[in-house]
């Protein structure tokens, strides 16, 4: 529950402890870090930290303008990709003898260890530090399965014998964390996975450690695929032209589907009245790519065996999404800027640390830009409380 103005006052002026930190001006690096080691909540309070902008070491307001572009520069923290998992935090201003201070008020994470950066931050007393291995594993051992997101919990029957653990050391672990940390002595590979939220530290690979590293995800997850159907006409009664089913882990699945949207698009070539040549493609590959890559990632894997659906018609395309919308978002936000939240948070993670997201919540908002650049209608989606689907149209 969020802490009420007469709370938060009262931590403004005490002083300055592992569940406060007070900052002068606008926001930097610091500021990331706080908001890191408060959702890491190493203490194990189980309450929220708050970081205070605009506030000296006694509490006391400095009277910088705490206008709404600031506010949305710090709401802007969460989403930059930089603190994973995704923290959970509320922005806002708080008036205190007539100035304004802003405040993050951080919610403890029930998936730690929390990385800016790759490091973990922790708050020892009144003071920010880089947590040891040590503290680490104290953070990893904290999980609470029952308060855990799907994509994070262990799947019963699974063992490490289902990862391929060439790929996780390969790849996926040093573009996760800095080069000084893997170098550090005493990570076995089971703490490792289980730093990264890829399986527990008694070796039960989660379910975003089998959608990402498994041998085959479906074994454990039936809906984990895509499947594709390219239609001669408009309708399903048709002639397909070609059916596929992508059944790799995440990181090949979306290079298979690159190459898949690569190969379908067509592009038109019109000479200009001055010899020139215009080309344009009938979709553009970097709208289909946000699209379909949000398909994976925001998809319900929990109650459903149904696969994400690509169907490519002569006159447009349908993309089908199990699951509808999660949390903070509803059938009537849906995609409302600056709305967002993550079903599969740890996902998230592992898409955004291979490269395949580059800034949160921002997927749709590029897919729309790239529809219109092309010439394309808008998006056409149908949102429910089961699936979301979106309609693509060739221009006109």
Not at 124 to 142: C, F, K, M
Not at 348 to 355: F, Y
Request: proline share 8%.
């Amino acid at each position: 529950m969020p802490r009420s103005d007469p709370e938060l006052r009262a931590l403004l002026t005490d002083l300055e402890s592992d569940q406060v930190e007070r900052k002068i001006s606008a926001p930097d690096d610091r500021v990331d870090e706080a908001i890191c080691a408060f959702s890491n909540d190493y203490p194990g309070y189980g309450t929220s930290g708050v970081v205070f902008i605009g506030a000296d070491d006694g509490g006391r307001p400095v009277g910088i303008d705490v206008n709404d572009q600031l506010l949305l520069n710090l709401a802007g923290r969460r989403d930059s990709g930089k603190i994973l998992p995704l923290p959970s935090m509320r922005v806002d201003r708080l008036e205190v003898d007539g100035k304004h201070v802003a405040f993050i008020e951080v919610d403890p994470s029930p998936s730690p260890p929390v990385r800016f950066c790759g490091r973990v931050w922790i708050r020892v007393g009144p003071r920010r530090a880089l947590a040891t291995v040590d503290e680490e594993r104290r953070l990893s051992e904290r999980r609470r399965s029952a308060d855990l997101t799907f994509d994070a919990r262990p799947l019963s029957g699974a063992s490490l014998d289902d990862l391929d653990l060439d790929f996780f050391q390969r790849e996926h672990l040093p573009a996760s964390l800095p080069a000084e940390v893997l170098d550090e002595n005493g990570r076995m590979l089971v703490e490792q996975l289980a730093t990264l939220r890829l399986a527990t530290l008694d070796g039960v690979p989660t379910a975003v450690g089998l959608l990402v590293l498994g041998e085959d995800p479906t074994r454990y997850l039936t809906g984990a695929y895509i499947q594709f159907l390219r239609v001669d006409g408009e309708t399903l009664d048709d002639p397909i032209i070609d059916e596929k089913s992508l059944t790799a882990p995440v990181p090949a699945l979306l290079r298979q589907l690159d190459e898949l949207l690569t190969l379908n698009i067509h592009t038109a070539v019109r000479i200009g009245a001055d010899s020139t040549e215009e080309r344009r493609p009938d979709y553009p590959l970097r709208g289909l790519q946000q699209l379909t890559r949000n398909a994976v990632l925001h998809r319900n894997y929990e109650a459903t065996a149904s696969p994400v659906r690509l169907s490519w018609y002569e006159d447009r395309v349908e993309l089908f999404s199990p699951g509808g919308p999660y949390g903070t978002v509803t059938v009537e936000n849906f995609g409302a800027p600056g709305v967002t939240d993550y079903r599969n948070p740890v996902l998230a993670e592992a898409m955004r640390n291979l490269g395949y997201v580059q800034r949160f919540g921002a997927g749709l908002a590029i897919a729309r830009t790239a529809l219109e650049r092309n010439g394309n209608p808008p998006a056409e989606f149908a949102v429910d409380a089961s699936f979301v689907s979106v309609t693509l149209r060739s221009p006109s």
